[in-house]
Every structure is written in structure tokens, then in C-alpha cells.
């Protein structure tokens, strides 16, 4: 039997100034499985979390996800995988997930740090389709860090090269 992944991407409800996941909130939570996409908004995270449960592996883009979503339940993270954190460790230094996804993809997702705003402005559809477009992405580069085939811009030298994963 093949297992359940779930992809997980996560808008918060706030900017902030330092790195801070239980103050930036939860807007909205997209998931991506079995093969349809889910949107979890704050009241809805418990229903989130029932969905997790049944999934084998969770992927987001690091640990952000875990972080962000803790305080609102059980989050199973012995099952999450943070494909960006999967592919700076392989790669010795950190990379961001948009240098990985335009070597390996050849396309980037939207830009996070918009959403906050995005969301508190009500445009609720463009914050879930940046969502979707994440899903996509962090779903096409966990496939390419399985595969061994992800591609990334060496940060100091500009050159692309191949990240064993």
C-alpha cells in the first residue's frame, strides 16, 4: 500500500518583526491529499488536525509548519518532512525554497510575507491561491528530493548544481 502524504502550507494572520510563529498566527492552512486541496481557517483547525492524523508523511517547507500550527493541537511531528530543510541540510548551508523550486521546477512560489496583509485586506481568494500554488511546488519539489534529481543556485558562487538529497 502506498502511503498517505499530505502537503501542508500555512499563511499567517500577522507580520512581525522577529521570527515569531505563535505571534504571526494562523489565517489560513491549504492541505494538499489525496489528491484535493483542504482550506482550514483558524476555527476550522481542529478538523486540520483529524486530516493530519490519517496521512503517513506531512510535508511543508520547514518547520515554520510545526511551529506555526503547535499551539492549535496535537501536530503529529514525528510524520513532517520540511522539504526546504531536507534540501539545506543536503546542501551544507541554508537555501531558500524558491532557489530550489526555479533550478529544479523552472518556476517559484508567491511571495509569504504578502499573505499577512492579503489576508487582513480580505482578499481570501488571492491568499489561497498563493496557498495552492505552494502546495504545488512544495508537492513537485519533495518528489524531486525523493528522487535524488533537486537542482539549486549555489548561494556564493551563482552556479546551479545538484543537490544530493
Do not use: C
Not at 505571534?23 to 481557517?41: I, K, N, Q, R, S
Not at 476555527?43 to 486540520?48: A, N, S, Y
Not at 520547514?62 to 503529529?76: H, K, R, T
Amino acid at each position: 500500500m502506498e502511503s498517505e502524504t499530505a502537503y501542508v502550507a500555512v499563511a499567517p494572520a500577522r507580520s512581525t518583526e522577529e521570527y515569531d510563529p505563535e505571534a504571526m498566527g494562523v489565517a489560513v492552512v491549504a492541505v494538499l491529499y489525496d489528491g484535493t486541496v483542504y482550506y482550514f481557517e483558524r476555527d476550522d483547525l481542529p478538523r486540520l488536525f483529524d486530516l493530519l492524523s490519517r496521512a503517513d508523511r506531512i510535508v511543508g517547507v520547514n518547520d515554520y509548519v510545526v511551529e506555526a500550527l503547535a499551539p492549535y493541537g496535537d501536530f503529529p511531528r514525528s510524520s513532517f518532512v520540511g522539504v526546504q530543510t531536507r534540501i539545506s541540510d543536503a546542501l551544507g548551508e541554508r537555501v531558500s525554497l524558491n532557489n530550489a523550486a526555479r533550478a529544479t521546477l523552472g518556476r517559484e512560489r508567491d511571495d509569504p510575507r504578502r499573505l499577512p496583509l492579503e489576508w487582513q485586506e480580505g482578499r481570501e481568494k488571492t491568499v489561497k491561491r498563493s496557498l495552492r500554488k505552494d502546495l504545488q511546488v512544495i508537492r513537485d519539489l519533495d518528489e524531486a528530493v525523493r528522487g535524488g534529481e533537486v537542482r539549486v543556485t549555489h548561494p556564493r558562487t551563482m552556479e546551479e548544481t545538484v543537490v544530493e538529497t
